[in-house]
């Protein structure tokens, strides 16, 4: 029952964000969002602490997922910069979204699991994308350039989701692993957030989405010898999948134990 209510705590925070944009608080869309994420990965750690895991959970999660990071960014960008001025078109534009976001769950659901990373962008970091920049300005602007701006970036969020591009694993990252340089920029990045967190959210969440296609510029530069297989073919984030056949035998989260009984 404990992990089946973290579990109903995300969606019901993807549930909100619906509703604040539907009302134009879009600074608490953007903050229910950041709760459904952080939900997302509390989850699985409790399903794993308390033995607690069943094909319902799963499939719950998976639901879950998809209102709080496919239903829930979609709405929120649709009314916080494509309605004013591209109504019919911002429709078309956040369902393409959505769809894509539901496509990467189902298609997780029948993945193998490798926990060295993820193929296409998982579903709650195109989330973490959507609300740090509704955060960065909860103010939208009536513009036609706005709502061109808007439609490029769920456009490109929902290639990036069903792409066969790799991601890493946040919860495999291990600082002592880490060169020079990318302990630096994390040490930034930290301190970007602590001084101004609305940038430091824009930069950390897209930092992450560049880091998929920067990885694969990086392995054609170094050519076909370079490509590794070690990420979840055919699927992705650990966002979803079904317990005994994939990683939703881990969890929705990054890969860890799914969500539990019912």
Known sequence: MVPNAVTLSNMFCGFL??????????EKAAIAIGFAILLDGLDGRVARKLNATSKFGVEFDSFSDLTSFGIAPAIVMYHWCLRPVADEFGVFVCFIYALCAASRLARFNISVEDSKGFTGLPTPGAAAFVAALVNFSPVPESS?????????????????MVSKIDFFSIKM??????????????GAMIGLIWYNSAIGFVALSGAYILSGPLGLVRKWIKGPGSVSD???SEGGSGDEGPAGTNPKGLSSQEGEVPTQLN
């Open 173 to 186: 990252l291990r600082v002592s692993s880490l060169g020079l340089f990318a302990r630096v920029s994390i």
């Open 17 to 26: 964000a619906c509703i604040y944009a539907s009302q134009g608080s879009y």
């Open 230 to 232: 070690g990420s979840v």
């Open 144 to 160: 036609l350039a706005f709502a061109v701006f808007g439609s490029v970036v769920m456009a490109s969020l929902a290639f990036l």
